[in-house]
Structures are given as structure tokens and as C-alpha cells.
């Protein structure tokens, strides 16, 4: 019995661990695209001054921006700094909830902050969990492994 209960517990704690590289690929993915049309105008993006301008910030704000989603996504992706990256991320989602989408509601289809939102969580919950056992992070210094 005690070997069945050992044997479950490392079959549970390897579905956490897919499931946390699941929503690592999930929402970095997503950042890199629209971290790579803000910060480069890949994709038919705006580019950093563009954005910028077209929501009334400062031109650094374009930049800071598209290098919080552009570095933000590489870290959560690989794994490395995780709790970092999904930190910026969650930052910048905050940001685009209170200052773009909360005006519009809740539906997406209308601009509204549900998709935020949801990555806000996304973030949430990596920071909290960190990145899992398929990570690049146990190649850091054992200092950075928690971050």
C-alpha cells in the first residue's frame, strides 16, 4: 500500500508539472507575439512609438512595454527566473486592465479585459507554483533557482 501511495504521489506531482509547462508555453507564447509587435512591430505590430502614441503614454512606456512582455515571456518559457518574468507580465497586465480595457466590460469582443485578466491569473498562479520540474532553471546558480 505504501508503495502504491509513493508511486501516485510522483504520478500526480508529474501532471503538475506538465500543467505548469502547459500554461508556461501557453501564456509565453502569447506575450512574444504581442511583446514582439510592440517592442520590434513584428507581426504588423505598431513598434514601441506607435504604441505608445496611440495610447497617449510616454514614448519609453512603448519600450518598457514590449521588454517586459518580450523578457517576461523568454523567462517563462524557459523556466529560468519564472517568478520574475510572470512577475513583469502580471504587471503589464494590470496596466492594461486599468488603463485600456476595464472601460470596455468584461467581453473581449468588445474590448473588455477578459483575456487579461486571464493571463493576469496565469501569472498568478506561476508565481506562486514557479516553473516546475521542465525547466531550464536547475542550470542556475542554486541563489537564482527559486526566482
Known sequence: MTEDLKSNDRSNLTCVDGALLSLRIASSLAFLYHGGAILFGLFGGPGPRRFAL??????????????????????????????????????????????????????????????????????????LAGPGAYSLAPRLPAALRKL
Open 54 to 127: 496611440d495610447h497617449g503614454y510616454p514614448v519609453v512606456l512603448g519600450y518598457l512595454v514590449g521588454l517586459a512582455q518580450v523578457a517576461g515571456a523568454i523567462a517563462v518559457l524557459t523556466g529560468i527566473l519564472t517568478r520574475v518574468g510572470a512577475a513583469a507580465l502580471g504587471m503589464v497586465m494590470l496596466g492594461a486592465i486599468f488603463l485600456v480595457h476595464l472601460p470596455n466590460g468584461f467581453d473581449v469582443s468588445n474590448g473588455g479585459m477578459e483575456y487579461a485578466l486571464t493571463q493576469l491569473l496565469v501569472a498568478l498562479a506561476l508565481i
